[in-house]
Each structure stands twice: as structure tokens, then as C-alpha cells.
């Protein structure tokens, strides 16, 4: 079964950088999307975006100036760094899978999600 | 961006009733469309995938159909595990964007 965790520090500074981890286990990596996206308090779901495990990315223009995305699938990791953040980037933060079946997009497995703060 | 607007934004039924959720793209969107449930501190959780595909060890009572621009989502009988938040999500192309959610409450 795919598990999918997320990990990192729950509470930043305004104007300083969330690092987020997501470490997949139960299956490889290869040949998947995987996706950040966030949600906050109260209110909807929003993509910020993914990272193929080739290293290709695409972001949401929204967020893009202040995204980065890696991939590490020999320690069936990726990663999400928003930097310059404000208190409107507080919310829960879920990583995903993607699996591009024959060209059909969604996501089959979800981390838990973790609750990421800005605050002074 | 191509906005997804659900309706209605939320809804009061009894269990063993029939509930419709509706999703409306403002382009078409083919059958790029995917169904998710969410309840309360948990994440979301793939229903329907390509509009009317069934996610393996999804309960048969849920269905979605539809193309193009409007679609549905049909819960045939309501369970009391059903009562939760409903979003619908585009993946045509990207950003791939989500509804607003539908909460479906207990009546």
C-alpha cells in the first residue's frame, strides 16, 4: 500500500522560506507526478503544483516567483520550498500522487497533510 | 486558470436518499474531471476519475457522468459514512483547479 508523509517545521517567521518533505513509501517513485497542494483553514483546495520524476515541473502561476520543487527518488522523497511567505500561505499542506494514467490526471494517494504557520 | 463552480454549496439530506452535486467548468474541459471526499481533519479522497471511472474500492453508489463544461456527481443512496465535504477538480490542464466544495450535512 502507498504512503505518502509529510514532514518539515510547522512554524515560520513572515518573509522566510517553508521547507516541505514528502517521503513516499510502499512503492517507487518512478514514472509518477507528484504534486503539493494546500488547503487553508475553513475554506478550499489549491494546486500549487508538481514535480515528474524526471525533475520537469510545472507551478502555479500564482505561487510560481516563490516555488521550487525537487526530487530525490533514490531516498523516495520530493520537496517543496515557498519562500518570501506571508501569514496567506498558513494552511494545511498535502503532497500527492499523480499517476498520468494513459494521459488521465488525479490524485490516488494523499499524505495526511500537516498544519504549516506564519507567524512573528 | 479555468475556474470549477459547484452547486449547491451545501445540503441538508436523510440517509437513503439520492444526492446530486453538480460541477461547471468555464471552458471544456473533455472529461478531464475527477471527484474527491473529504471529511473532517483527514484528506481528500478520490472518488471518481475521468468523470464517470470508478476508483477501485469505491463504494458503487457513486457515480459521476458528464463532459464538456457541466458534470455530476450522484451519491444513490446516502450512507451516514457519506455525509462530508464533496470537490470537484480539473486536471485539462494546468494549474489544475479545484470547486468550491459541497458540504453535504445530515437533514
Known amino acids: 500500500q502507498v504512503q505518502l508523509q509529510e514532514s518539515g517545521p510547522g512554524l515560520v517567521k513572515p518573509s522566510e522560506t517553508l521547507s516541505l518533505t514528502c517521503t513516499v513509501s510502499g512503492g517507487s517513485m518512478s514514472s509518477y507526478y507528484w504534486s503539493w497542494i494546500r488547503q487553508p483553514a475553513g475554506k478550499g483546495l489549491e494546486w500549487i503544483g508538481r514535480i515528474y520524476t524526471s525533475g520537469s515541473t510545472n507551478y502555479n502561476p500564482s505561487l510560481k516567483s516563490r516555488v521550487t520543487m525537487s526530487v530525490d527518488t533514490s531516498q523516495n522523497q520530493f520537496s517543496l520550498n515557498l519562500n518570501s511567505v506571508t501569514a496567506a500561505d498558513t494552511a494545511v499542506y498535502y503532497c500527492a500522487r499523480d499517476p498520468g494514467s494513459s494521459g488521465w490526471y488525479y490524485f490516488d494517494y494523499w499524505g495526511q497533510g500537516t498544519l504549516f504557520t506564519v507567524s512573528s | 486558470d479555468i475556474q470549477m463552480t459547484q452547486s449547491p454549496s451545501s445540503l441538508s439530506a436523510s440517509v437513503g436518499d439520492r444526492v446530486t452535486i453538480t460541477c461547471r467548468a468555464s471552458?471544456?474541459?473533455?472529461?478531464?474531471l475527477n471527484w474527491y471526499q473529504q471529511k473532517p481533519g483527514k484528506a481528500p479522497n478520490l472518488l471518481i476519475y475521468?468523470?464517470?471511472s470508478l476508483q477501485s474500492g469505491v463504494p458503487s453508489r457513486f457515480s459521476g457522468s458528464g463532459s464538456g463544461t457541466d458534470f455530476t456527481l450522484t451519491i444513490s443512496s446516502l450512507q451516514p459514512e457519506d455525509f462530508a465535504t464533496y470537490y470537484c477538480q480539473q486536471s485539462y490542464n494546468t494549474p489544475q483547479t479545484f470547486g468550491q466544495g459541497t458540504k453535504v450535512e445530515i437533514k
Open positions: 475521468a468523470a464517470s
Open positions: 471552458q471544456s474541459i473533455s472529461s478531464y
